[in-house]
């Protein structure tokens, strides 16, 4: 019961927060409308709902934390441009994109440079109606503002995955706190918390049974020692890298649970963001070749046992792009799983606009909320459990990486051998402690 | 032309994910004491196969975009 309730209670935020991003979003890129015409207010009925500019702004990154309708918490910016110096401040310093700061406006919650040298510095109104300052150009490909009745061009956004989206290289950097560093931030606190309160219950209860949280995260530390990082590691090295393997696991973990919440701590798609699987792919990355023994490059560079003209046209490179593609993999391979998640899950949302016809027809409505209601809910419960095997997959090829890098050769098949019978022996060993 | 290539992409690695899934029942069932093993590298290789795809559906959001 409690479960339905909330259930429904999410269902309704989501809704909510989707109906007045709607109005935000409503611009179509069909390119016959003139740019003033299509943007309407928030409550606009004419606005046309375009599924996949919505979606594709729900699972960006924004420099301000969107919470519902017209209201959303203001975060840090830090900007920076060679040539233009620093530009701080809370991006509600913006008012939702009807003031431009020092050259800098506001677009669907993204900070946007304008290029252009002679837009005047400081605190400018820009010209627009409703919620709508940054207008798009007639091919939709560029944006520009209106200010003292000039056109002002923007420049592309910043961030990585905006460029995987279809923006562009930019003449600014964003170092802001945005919605997803605001994310990480808190899931690395509540890891803190979670794994200062069980390493202080081990030692206060020192070998007694595990109770609580204690008795909770147990098994599943345990799991990923024993069914990961032992036997894809090896014996003699795992508990080197133990460390960080559960760290990877745990921040994926936290941050796709995070990702599965919509609303306020959660709803941020911080795994589905290629930048920040690209810097855990790059740590393993630097893990895996830093670690690797004498064995694991020559087998790289040059394989024994092998013809040379083999190793030098095949082998090699093959090896050396595979030292590359590797955590490039693992990259797309988090970055695709978490996105697509949240793809589905709005588009399903999102049935309810097109079956409403954004307003028009309440019957539609009624149908897109029941049936991508319905479906929303089982794929919520899919993504739970992608949100698991996701972390367990990073953890476990990132730990099969290292593995090959720290492998002892001249034992090959013994050490394999004592991982597999020792495993459970092992784990009833600690069992009775 | 994206849709139609993730349409493609999916296609292929339910083949895969599908060809997985029925080997990893069949060795279980015969030999029931592996399937710790056998779920563990059933679920290595499925991320294999599905990182495929979801390379093409990448691709295919970057040729939407």
Known sequence: MRIAISGLICLLVLVGGLSAQAGHDGHDHDGHDHPVEK???????????????????????????????EVSIPLPVILYAPGHGFTTGLSSMFHHGATAVDGYVMNHGRVNRIA??????????????????????????????????????????????????????????????????LTMMLAALLLFIIFGRVSSAYKKRGDNAPSGLQGFLEPVFVFIRD????????????????????????????????????????????????GVTMVLAFLVFLVTNFSGNKHYWEHTLWMPGVPWWVKLFVLTPVEVLGLVIKPVSLMIRLFANITAGHIIILSLIGLIFVFGNNGASVGGAATGAVVGGLFTAFMNLIELLVAFLQAFIFAMLSASYIGAAVEDHDHHDEDHATDHHHGGAYAEKVAHH | MGALGAGIAALG?????????????????????????????????????????????????????
């Open chain 1, 227 to 274: 069914e990961v990082a032992r036997p894809m590691i090896g014996e003699k090295h795992y508990e080197r890298f133990l460390p960080f393997i559960m760290s990877i696991f745990f921040f994926i973990l936290v941050c796709n649970l995070l990702g599965l919440i919509p609303f306020f701590p959660g709803s941020s798609n911080v795994t589905g963001n290629i």
């Open chain 1, 39 to 69: 943007d309407s207010g928030a409550h606009g009925e004419e606005a046309t709902y375009d599924p996949v500019s919505t979606i594709m702004h729900h699972i960006a990154d924004a420099n301000e934390f969107h919470l519902f309708g």
């Open chain 1, 116 to 181: 252009d040298a002679s837009f005047p510095e400081g605190h400018v109104d820009l010209e627009g109606e409703g919620h709508h300052f940054v207008h798009e150009s007639e091919d939709g490909e560029s944006a520009y503002v209106m200010a003292g009745g000039k056109q002002y061009m923007l420049d592309k956004p910043s961030t990585l995955d905006g460029g995987l989206m279809g923006g562009g290289i930019t003449s600014f950097y964003d170092f802001s706190i945005t919605k997803n560093v």
């Open chain 2, 13 to 65: 690695a339910g083949i895969g994910v599908g060809l997985i899934g029925s080997k990893a029942t069949e060795s279980i069932a015969r030999q029931p004491e592996a399937s710790g093993d056998i779920r563990t590298a059933m679920i290595i290789t499925a991320a294999l196969v599905e990182g495929a795809a979801l390379f093409a559906i990448v691709v295919g959001l970057l040729a939407n975009g």
